[in-house]
C-alpha cells in the first residue's frame, strides 16, 4: 500500500512559478515509477511527467516539456514538481502517482488545485 500527499497547489499569475510535492509513504517505493498527472475541468487526466528512482526522468507531457521540471528524493520519498511559465492553460487539479511498474498498479494521491489567473 502506498500513500501520496500533494502540497504547494495555490493561484499564481500568467508567467509566474509554482512548485509541488508530493510525500509518499510505504514500503518498496523504489520499484515505483513516479510523477504526476493533470486534470482540468471538463478535459481527461493527462500526463505531466514521471520519473523512476534509479533512471530519472522518463517522460514529459507535451504541453509541458521546456517549462515543467520533475526531480525526485528517493530518501527522503517525495516527488517535486517545478512549474515555469504558467500560462492558464495549466489551471488543473494535480495528481501525484506511484505506479508499481511489475503490476501496473496505481495509486494516486487526492490532487492539489493549480490556478493561473491575472
Known amino acids: 500500500q502506498v500513500q501520496l500527499v500533494e502540497s504547494g497547489g495555490g493561484l499564481v499569475q500568467p508567467g509566474g512559478s509554482l512548485r509541488l510535492s508530493c510525500a509518499a509513504s510505504?514500503?518498496?517505493?523504489?520499484?515505483?515509477?513516479m510523477g504526476w498527472y493533470r486534470q482540468a475541468p471538463g478535459k481527461q487526466r493527462e500526463l505531466v511527467g514521471l520519473?523512476?528512482?534509479?533512471?530519472?526522468?522518463?517522460e514529459y507531457g507535451e504541453s509541458v516539456k521546456g517549462r515543467f521540471s520533475i526531480s525526485r528524493d528517493n530518501d527522503q520519498n517525495t516527488v517535486s514538481l517545478q512549474m515555469n511559465s504558467l500560462n492558464p492553460e495549466d489551471t488543473a487539479v494535480y495528481y501525484c502517482?506511484?505506479?508499481?511498474?511489475?503490476?501496473?498498479?496505481?495509486?494516486w494521491g487526492k490532487g492539489t488545485q493549480v490556478t493561473i489567473s491575472s
Open positions: 502517482l506511484a505506479r508499481r511498474m511489475a503490476t501496473l498498479r496505481d495509486y
Open positions: 510505504g514500503s518498496m517505493l523504489n520499484f515505483y515509477v
Open positions: 520519473i523512476s528512482s534509479g533512471e530519472g526522468v522518463l
